[in-house]
């Protein structure tokens, strides 16, 4: 337990020395401060409090583009460098290995989501009788398990490559074929069910981001989590057998 | 220490190594010895509980490898051949970080400690990544203390060092190699000879000899080599020599020199110096050339000479 912190820790680290993660905060912030401040306008033009679903909206893309860019790292330049051998010969389980990288990158969004709150607070300050707290609460608790499957599956990719880049790539598509596998289903219908099952957004939308949890959704995305990180860890220990 | 019984190595087809048999005790420095791809960091990664063998047993410390692969890794030091190391950390960073992995109590304590060991201190709150090769190699070296293991393994520890540093840095490992295992490869033979207490020379995945380095040498000198200097012109002693019973061959290498092989096991040389001073001429010189570990290990190496080594054995 010890070391997957002590990972984490380190992981938390680097995000703050690399630009990665500046650039990905940047972005995070521009973009949804701009959509913010353009909402609020047509707010006051139109005489409409805007919920904060004009925040979460965007960040869910944002972060749909940005976490495979944080995860890239991870484990594909361990093994570039070489110091996977250090950490594999170190008295640490490969699971350990994996489920550290995923809790450093859950921490750093952590820090970014908690950031991104003072929007609804400015929000809560300047609309009567104030924002709906149940409503902000399901769609942040939504955000962290979305993006925890996000960290996951880049982190698992990230173990397959020695290659930053490929590693980026294989998540950003992993994570769009999920995510539009709820359109797909609108159209093949033999398969509908399954597909509207592995759907991501339709997880997060139909329900958090409308102000319900439902324990299915959560189930689900801790289903990805764990899956994926499983898969990270075999996917680890695979590298010593060849 | 270590017990390595009949280890093998595949990757896909090809045998990296094939049934390698050693051991190796508390406080012994033990060196392999091989060109490049003859199986040292093979060997050297099964032993680290990096991968695992395709075939054959491995204790260290007395667990084994694969079913207890933590155990091992808790009281194995490893040094790899690319020195593993975080560049946007600083040494302490890194070695603290190092520390807390191996489960070390009193970190910041036993980092300093480390640091001094190497001779590190004064870089400790620098940038790795601004380190010279040396230092790297150090920092490398300090990562795998940081944990006082038993048993410690170096993956060619001197490569990329400038001479000064090599002096320094084999001081150190023989330092080291007195209250633990160390297990270190090389292909530089001077090296291995003045650091060693027992040395293996691998090539191919197969162990080729095993013994001291004093030994070693003395083992294949089983056919010697003597230089002689005599008071006259090489070119009259040299039928001489050549007639001597036990001598193999005789060649002058100086006007007033001759260098003569033995037959293996025979000692010709009472029966050389007889016959130069039964025949009138001053002996002045009479000693034997010392093949060094290059010649051992090129001759060990060649693979027409695996023959010549079973003669030698009995020897």
């Not at chain 1, 898969?231 to 590298?239: D, K, M, N, Q």
């Amino acid at each position: 337990m010890n070391s997957i912190f002590l990972i984490a820790r380190k992981e938390l680290k680097q995000f703050f020395i690399s630009p990665v993660a500046y650039v990905v905060a940047i972005a995070i912030f521009m973009v949804v401060g701009i959509l913010f401040y353009v909402s609020l306008l047509a707010g006051f033009s139109q005489q409409v409090a805007p919920s904060i679903q004009v925040i979460v909206g965007p960040l869910t893309t944002i972060l749909l583009f940005s976490t495979p860019a944080i995860t890239m790292r991870t484990l594909a330049e361990e093994q570039k460098t070489g110091t996977l051998e250090t950490l594999l010969t170190a008295p640490v389980r490969d699971w350990e290995i994996v489920v550290g990288k995923w809790l450093g990158g859950m921490f750093f969004i952590f820090i970014i989501l908690a950031l991104t709150w003072v929007y609804p607070i400015f929000l809560n300050n300047i609309v009567d009788p104030g924002i709906d707290q149940g409503l902000l609460i399901s769609n942040y608790l939504g955000l962290l398990l979305l993006t925890g499957s996000f960290l996951a599956i880049g982190v698992a990719s990230s173990s397959l490559f020695s290659n930053q880049i490929a590693a980026f790539f294989i998540t950003l598509g992993i994570l769009l074929v999920l995510w539009i596998t709820g359109y797909a289903a609108s159209q093949i219908t033999s398969a509908a069910e399954v597909l509207r099952y592995l759907d991501l957004s339709g997880h997060f939308f139909d329900t958090f981001y409308t102000g319900v949890i439902d324990l299915k959704d959560v189930v689900y995305f801790l289903t990805v989590i764990i899956l994926s990180l499983t898969l990270g860890a075999v996917s680890i220990e695979s590298r010593r057998w060849r | 220490m270590i017990r390595v019984t009949g280890l093998s190595k595949d990757y896909g087809a090809r045998r990296a190594i094939d049934d390698l048999t050693f051991n190796a005790n508390r406080g012994e420095i033990l060196g392999f010895l091989g060109p490049n791809g003859a199986g040292k960091t093979t060997t050297m990664r099964i032993l680290t509980g990096f991968m695992p063998p395709s075939a054959g047993t491995v204790e260290v410390g007395g667990y084994d490898v694969i079913e207890n692969s933590l155990d091992v890794r808790r009281i194995v030091g490893y040094l790899p051949e690319t020195v593993p190391l975080y560049n946007d950390m600083t040494v302490v960073e890194y070695l603290s970080y190092m520390a807390g992995l191996r489960k070390v109590r009193k970190i910041r304590a036993r980092v300093q400690e480390t640091l001094e060991q190497v001779g590190m201190s004064d870089r400790a709150n620098g940038y790795v990544g601004n380190l010279s090769k040396g230092m790297r190699q150090r920092v490398g070296l300090a990562q795998a203390l940081i944990h006082q293991p038993d048993v410690l393994i170096l993956d060619e520890p001197t490569i990329g060092l400038d001479p000064v540093q090599v002096v320094n840095f084999r001081e150190l490992i023989r330092g080291l190699g007195k209250d633990r295992t160390v297990l270190l490869s090389s292909h530089i033979l001077p090296e291995v000879q003045q650091v060693c207490d027992r040395v293996l020379i691998i090539n191919k995945g197969h162990i080729i000899a095993e013994d001291t380095p004093q030994q070693l040498q003395i083992r294949l000198s089983g056919s010697q080599r003597v230089r002689i200097q005599v008071r006259a012109d090489s070119k009259d002693i040299l039928p001489l020599v050549k007639d001597v019973a036990g001598v193999l061959s005789a060649d002058a290498v100086e006007h007033d020199s001759i260098e003569f092989e033995t037959m293996p096991g025979q000692d010709a040389r009472p029966l050389v110096a007889k016959a130069v001073v039964q025949a009138g001429y001053d002996l002045l010189q009479l000693e034997p050339v010392k093949m060094s570990l290059e010649d051992i290990f090129l001759q060990l190496t060649r693979e027409d000479t695996a023959d010549l080594s079973d003669e030698t054995e009995e020897a």
